[in-house]
């Protein structure tokens, strides 16, 4: 892989649309990183969702390290109600089968459609109401 | 010996140096060219391929996410779920 970008643009263009149709299809927000952080994956993972501030509870974080082949979907507070350990980790299976064959865009957005598949949930109303 | 034809193979009509460079040399070297770009040219339009197990040299990036470099200060957050993965 040379130097340089890890996409090309259309690549990160059917990411970006992934990441809005799951958002619309879950009312979650999702962001995908992608690099080779020295050090521990998760802890990076929980530094990324701390960067989003107020949306960290209802946000899905995806860190992929191609470099040593790991992966991390980190979910914030309100997110893990919608979307548990298991159903992340069903998300994972259907990005790590494509990242194994080589296909890391298409893996994303399979992974990315597998989650909020599963975190399909009702639209809360009147949740901002005072009781 | 004088009068004796000359035998063996050749050319019925005499080539010049321009028509044996074009034949020779430039034909074949626009057919390469030609089969070159019709084996790159769906690489090249997809875009870089990721081989596992090889070395990630790309930068970093972060799609759907915030500033990298404020992230790097940003606090962890302990609270909700996930998983981890290899492949």
Do not use: N
């Amino acid at each position: 892989m040379p130097a340089g970008e890890a996409f090309s643009a259309g690549q990160v263009d059917a990411i970006e649309r992934a990441i809005s149709h799951a958002r619309a299809e879950s009312d979650l927000t999702y962001s995908v990183f992608v690099g080779a952080p020295d050090g521990d994956l998760r802890e990076q993972g929980r530094q990324l969702l701390g960067a989003l501030g107020g949306d960290a509870d209802h946000s899905v974080v995806v860190v992929i390290d191609p470099a040593h082949r790991r992966l991390e979907i980190l979910t914030g507070a309100t997110a893990a109600r919608y979307l548990d350990d298991r159903a992340t980790a069903l998300g994972a299976m259907s990005m790590t089968s494509s990242f194994a064959a080589g296909d890391l865009a298409g893996g994303i957005v399979a992974g990315l459609h597998t989650l909020s598949e599963h975190a399909r949930h009702p639209r809360t109303l009147h949740s901002g109401l005072a009781e | 010996m004088a009068g004796r034809e000359r035998s063996g193979f050749g050319y019925r009509d005499a080539m010049s140096p321009a028509e044996i460079l074009g034949w020779f040399v430039l034909l074949p070297f626009a057919l390469y060219v030609l089969v070159s770009l019709l084996v790159y040219t769906p690489s090249w339009v997809r875009g870089p391929k990721y081989r596992p197990g090889l070395s990630w040299w790309a930068e970093p990036v972060w799609i759907g996410g915030t500033d990298l470099d404020a992230a790097a200060l940003a606090e962890p957050v302990r609270e909700g779920g996930g998983c981890s993965a290899r492949w």
